[in-house]
């Protein structure tokens, strides 16, 4: 069964600092991945989603995902932290077997202070 | 906005009782998801429709139910309702064929509080 792992429940970062958010994968076969974020009471946004090709993706609001194949990772990044991205952020596979179901890891909320 | 809709926003009940919650997709897109959030479960995937047809089947309880409509709305119901079915459910859609890669879009969901 295809899972993510996210293994922080919570980053902190600075303003102005680069930030990491981490997660890690378990397919059988080709990795479909996505990152969502959650603003407070909000629904889940699309930042950004890896299918084939350059392992760097580029997404929104300069939020960057490294994938590592041999890491079974799919590491969400950005260079520069702001303040307004304090939120909750899903990494998620998509399901092979059936029309595109995702499976969301656990989030990890990140804060980023002043 | 990503174009999803959900009704009602807030819905609170009491144990036992049936409720009916509300999805409108993207315009163009055919399928539709069911999630559910809650603290303990974390995002479940409950239930997929495509153009009115069940196509994929997660957690969810007999006591859950959807339907996609020929308008391509969707409504999920949750009926013998518990304390711990209080959590907040999403919609989402995509357009979506068999060996695409489409994400998905979210709405902004509805919170159930069953008391």
């Known amino acids: 069964a295809q899972s993510v792992a996210q293994p922080e429940d919570q980053v902190n970062v600075a303003e102005g600092n680069p930030l990491t958010v981490k997660c890690t994968y378990s397919v059988s076969g080709n990795p479909y991945l996505f990152w969502y974020v959650q603003y407070p009471n909000r629904g889940l946004q699309f930042l950004l989603k890896?299918?084939?090709?350059?392992?760097l993706v580029k997404g929104s609001y300069g939020f960057e995902a490294e994938f590592n194949k041999s890491q079974t990772s799919f590491h969400l990044k950005k260079p520069s932290a702001l303040v307004s991205d304090s939120a909750l952020y899903f990494c998620a596979v998509r399901d092979p077997g059936g029309f595109q179901k995702l499976v969301f890891g656990t989030g990890t909320r990140l804060l980023v202070s002043p | 906005d990503s174009g999803v809709t959900q009704t009602p926003k807030h819905l609170i009940t009491a144990t036992g009782q049936r409720v009916t919650l509300r999805c409108s997709p993207r315009?163009?897109?055919?399928?539709v998801y069911w999630y559910q959030q809650s603290l303990d479960q974390g995002l479940q995937f409950l239930i997929q429709?495509?153009?009115?047809?069940?196509?994929a089947k997660g957690n969810i309880l007999e006591r859950f139910s959807a339907q996609q409509f020929p308008d391509l709305h969707s409504e999920l119901n949750l009926s013998s309702l518990e304390l711990g079915d209080s959590a907040l459910y999403f919609c989402?859609?995509?357009?979506?064929?068999?060996?695409?890669?489409?994400?998905?879009?979210f709405g902004p969901g509805t919170r159930l509080t069953v008391l």
């Open positions: 890896y299918i084939t090709g350059d392992n």
């Open positions: 429709y495509y153009n009115g047809e069940e196509r």
């Open positions: 315009s163009g897109d055919l399928s």
């Open positions: 989402a859609s995509s357009v979506v064929a068999r060996g695409s890669y489409n994400e998905q879009f």
